[in-house]
């Protein structure tokens, strides 16, 4: 059997598959509150095959949003409209997690299709938060979080993620990549903090492990945890994978269950070398301190995929835009490497393998 659709237990959960789809941000939400799109667009990935679909970053707070129009978790009400999506996943045998995010000096946007980037408090927009008052190019000076504020920013994680739970989610997944809020305190570049949330790499570290712990507290015992981090912000004097090699174990410690190794987003002018799997020897390198790892980053060819897994340096591939191109991507991805694996029932007629 290929590696990519042999099952991968963690804590209570079994994925049929290591093919999985990456987090996506879709613009779409009203209120933080999710609607047909995101039915339609998740449901896809559902009939698709994957073995874990990550719904987008979602705020766990207003200010905590990317945009005006990406989902919350912050009310109760935002979390019951997932749980039809949900329903709908575990139907077709399909786990669902979703990414519990807060995006900092990188929020209070429109989405990218509009013509300009910062929304006017017309728009919906607000004053936009971060570790120290330095902002991302392009974007408004953030007000820096006063120590009290952000030792009480774990909760608003434990808040989402407890709601997430409720509706059916199987996974949680912290954001502390790209550049948003948690990640701005791992990075020097963004955090100049003189308190014990700044400086050294134990102080830069302390909130995420704060919210790691936070949120692992409230999950049931069988829920995995997934952090996704940025490997590097790939510009010098920055954060690098150095630091995230050191950071994986007491992520573990802490109660991370998988670390989703992706990379930037904290400069826009940082130069990164894209090109195929140009993440995957970050996860490599998570994994070898003994934390499973997941890795992404276009990884878009069954075969290719399946290497990634067979030389062990991952437990799991995500995919984005390749699953966004092809929502049925590990359908046809099984039919390429051989296997036969369960399509929906309506879907039979469309194999081109039959066992
Ligand atoms: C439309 C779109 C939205 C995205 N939104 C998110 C997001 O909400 N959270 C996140 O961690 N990454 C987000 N990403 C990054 C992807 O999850 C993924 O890490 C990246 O696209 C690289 O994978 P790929 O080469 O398979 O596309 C987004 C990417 C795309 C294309």
């Known amino acids: 059997m290929s590696q990519l659709f042999s099952p991968l237990t963690l804590r209570g959960v079994t994925f049929p598959n290591r093919a999985w789809v990456s987090p996506m941000c879709q613009y779409s939400a009203v209120d933080g509150v999710v609607g047909e799109w995101h039915r339609v667009h998740h449901g896809a990935f559902a009939t698709g095959g994957a073995g874990l679909i990550i719904a987008e970053a979602t705020g766990v707070l207003p200010q905590g949003r990317i945009s005006v129009a990406c989902p919350g978790l912050w009310r109760d009400d935002q979390a019951e409209a997932w749980r039809p999506i949900v329903e709908f996943a575990h139907r077709q045998g ?22 300009h980037v910062t929304a006017t408090a017309e728009e919906g927009g607000w004053e936009t938060v971060g570790p120290s008052a330095v902002p991302f190019e392009g974007y408004p000076h953030p007000r820096a979080l006063t120590t009290r504020e952000v030792a009480a920013l774990p909760q608003s994680f434990a808040a989402a993620a407890r709601r997430a739970e409720t509706v059916g989610f199987d996974v949680v997944e912290i954001h502390a990549a790209h550049g948003y809020l948690l990640h701005q305190f791992l990075s020097p570049l963004a955090n100049h903090r003189e308190d014990e949330y700044g400086g050294s790499f134990e102080n830069r570290t302390r909130l995420l492990l704060e919210v790691v712990r936070a949120v692992r507290a409230v999950l049931a015992d069988t829920t995995p945890l997934f952090v996704r981090v940025s490997a590097t912000d790939w510009v010098a004097g920055g954060w690098d994978v150095d630091e995230t090699v ?11 269950d998988l670390i989703d190794v992706s990379s930037g987003g904290t400069v826009a002018t940082a130069t990164i070398p894209v090109g195929p799997g140009y993440q995957v020897d970050f996860a490599r390198r998570v994994r070898a301190t003994g934390v499973p790892a997941s890795a992404v980053g276009l990884i ?24 966004l191109r092809n929502p049925r991507w590990p359908l046809a991805a099984a039919e390429s490497l051989g296997e036969v694996v369960p399509w929906p029932v309506q879907f039979e007629r469309a194999r081109t393998i039959r066992r």
Do not use: F, N, Y
């Open 94 to 115: 399909t786990r669902m997690g979703i990414q519990i995010s807060h995006a900092g000096r990188k929020g209070s946007t429109l989405a990218p299709w509009a013509d």
């Open 246 to 256: 050191s950071l994986a174990p007491l992520l573990a410690q802490a109660g991370a």
């Open 300 to 323: 878009t060819d069954p075969a290719q995929a399946e290497d990634v897994l067979e030389r062990g340096d991952a437990d799991a591939v995500m995919l984005a835009r390749a699953a």
